[in-house]
């Protein structure tokens, strides 16, 4: 049974319609707003907002708001990252879903982030800098403008990230050197704050991404008038998480805010879509949703929780339909949920045989070692086949405070590392418990109907479920492997036989490894450690060659191989 303690009621909760994957999955209409509504939220964000801007959605105020040539002396200093065809457009559909989300009496918040300066693109010294007060007159004119046209009620803004970024006092930035951020910042956000409370008595939601837990502080303790700003929190202080929701940096946070008479809002997943799992976006895992979502309403000082990523109301979501659960606030056991998502099934044996299967990919997904970094994530963009040396960790990400400080809390790495055997070790120990969970979900899913197997609400989620079981298993794989290379090389280098075993079970894991993959790729390589352990050793999983930092995209290997992480993370793939 999982009781959080005692959730507040809540004032608002925030919903995305669609998400980065797929950005039109579901039509804006009425009927899907309702369904919003019938789900238990209270507020739409009018814009996805994401950094790859998909679609071409709004990310800034810019985007929808036309920029000034000139005002007062000011000119937009920079172009715009936004395809300059599709403005009006882009206008055009703002409009539209802020009519529809009024017609529906849903709250209606814009995401932006300010002051825009095309992402990182500068560095530490950006033109368009908060110690400006230029920069603070220019931002009050484009809110007003923005008000003048959508009257939306809230805003959401982000500082760094979404195009935004700012000076570090470490940096070239003349009015900002040796000023700590805590010192300048505060007064950028309440100024667009106080302009927009006073023209709609909405408020600024400040999401402080990027920033350490430190700052953050700093900040909260800056304001001079908390009451009118909200502070918009990630579940967890490195990012939104399923698994490690409410960490003691957020609920610390949250705690400060509150007592300073700042609303306060927390962020994560409330459908089967995430950022953790992307491109995967139908897997079905409830029970991990539900305990997120009643973990994030438990934290101390939060008055609204939100979506992050976004929903999608075409397929069947029991992700989505636990969250509701959760937010209708009852404190429910586990088989409560699932007998609560499963009742759509007629018949009792199918009821227990899906309840089994959630429970088992719910557990897979709080197994799964999301901590060790960053680049865990984005499960859907790893295949099955890994690379041919050995297992390196990628966790270097950003050059932000948050990534050089608090967030190394909650990633075990932060930095592009050549991991110590113990860590690939624990690592390949829970991927390895992670995909049993997963494969023993597949085995009870054969028992299914096969109507149901092949019908829309199963056959998506199968298909997806079968693409993460062998992508976490061969992540497990490639670390074991990894260290049994090891252990020969040290023996060819003792000049001594390897340990008794140690070849027998490289050979055992490489063909199941292959098998795995569905793909002959290690044929030469289990008949080179068959015939000459020495030779292997020689030439497969040796340690790569780490890129410098801030290389973006590749890792050099054996002579001539040049493999590509981004998508690969450990178990690179060959380019």
Not at 106 to 112: A, D, N
Not at 428 to 455: C, E, N, V, Y
Not at 556 to 573: D, H, I, K, Q, S
Request: charged share 25%; hydrophobic share 40%; glycine share 6%.
């Amino acid at each position: 049974m999982y009781s959080p303690d005692s959730p507040r009621p809540l004032i608002d909760t925030v919903a995305i319609l669609n998400h980065p994957t797929f950005p039109h999955g579901t039509a804006w209409s009425e009927e899907a707003l309702e369904r919003l509504k019938r789900l238990g939220f209270t507020t739409l964000q009018l814009n996805i907002a994401w950094g790859s801007r998909p679609g071409d959605e709004a990310l800034n105020l810019e985007d929808v708001v036309e920029p000034a040539t000139e005002w007062d002396g000011m000119r937009q200093r920079l172009e715009l990252n936004s395809r300059p065809d599709r403005r009006a457009e882009r206008r055009a559909e703002l409009a539209e879903r802020l009519a529809l989300a009024r017609r529906v009496g849903l709250r209606t918040v814009f995401h932006f982030g300010a002051p825009f300066n095309r992402h990182n693109e500068f560095g530490d010294a950006p033109p368009n800098c908060v110690s400006d007060p230029e920069v603070h007159r220019y931002y009050r004119h484009l809110l007003r403008r923005l008000h003048d046209e959508y009257p939306v009620d809230d805003l959401w803004l982000y500082t760094y990230d979404q195009d935004a970024w700012l000076c570090s006092e470490f940096g070239e930035c003349p009015r900002c050197g040796g000023v700590p951020l805590h010192r300048r910042l505060p007064a950028f956000v309440e100024s667009l704050a106080g302009e927009w409370a006073s023209m709609t008595g909405g408020r600024v939601w400040w999401s402080p991404w990027e920033l350490s837990a430190g700052q953050i502080l700093g900040c909260i303790g800056e304001f001079e008038r908390p009451e009118i700003l909200g502070l918009a929190l990630h579940n967890n202080i490195a990012e939104c998480m399923v698994a490690h929701a409410g960490d003691r940096n957020t609920s610390n946070l949250a705690r400060a805010a509150s007592e300073r008479g700042m609303r306060v809002a927390i962020e994560g997943y409330f459908g089967a879509a995430t950022e953790e799992t992307e491109t995967l976006t139908r897997l079905q895992s409830p029970l991990a949703t539900y305990h997120q979502v009643r973990t994030m309403m438990a934290v101390p000082g939060v008055s609204s929780v939100k979506e992050y990523y976004g929903l999608d109301l075409a397929p069947y979501d029991p992700n989505l339909e636990a969250a509701a659960l959760a937010l209708a606030g009852e404190d429910l056991t586990d088989d409560e949920v699932l007998a609560a998502l499963s009742a759509r099934y007629a018949d009792p044996s199918t009821r227990t045989t899906v309840e089994d299967i959630w429970r088992n990919v719910s557990a897979a997904m709080e197994m799964y070692p999301w901590d060790v970094s960053w680049f865990a994530r984005e499960t859907g963009r790893r295949g099955a086949r890994h690379s041919l040396d050995k297992a390196i960790l990628r966790g270097s990400v950003a050059e932000t405070p948050a990534w050089l400080s608090t967030r190394a809390s909650t990633f075990m790495v932060t930095a592009d590392v050549d991991p110590h055997p113990w860590l690939l070790e624990d690592l390949g120990l829970r991927w390895s418990a992670t995909a049993s969970f997963l494969q023993k979900a597949l085995d009870i899913a054969q028992t299914l109907p096969p109507d149901l197997r092949i019908g829309e609400d199963f056959a998506p989620f199968l298909r997806e479920l079968d693409a993460f079981h062998r992508s976490t298993r061969a992540l497990g794989l490639h670390c074991r492997e990894s260290n049994l290379a090891a252990l020969i090389r040290d023996s060819v280098a003792r000049r001594t036989a390897p340990a008794e075993g140690v070849v027998r079970e490289l050979l055992e894991l490489l063909a199941l490894d292959q098998v795995n993959a569905r793909e002959d790729y290690l044929t030469d390589v289990i008949e080179t450690l068959r015939e000459d352990p020495a030779v292997f050793a020689s030439v497969w999983f040796r340690a790569p060659t780490l890129n410098p930092p801030g290389h973006p995209d590749t890792v050099a290997g054996r002579p001539g191989a040049v493999f590509t992480y981004r998508e690969g993370l450990f178990a690179m793939t060959s380019s």
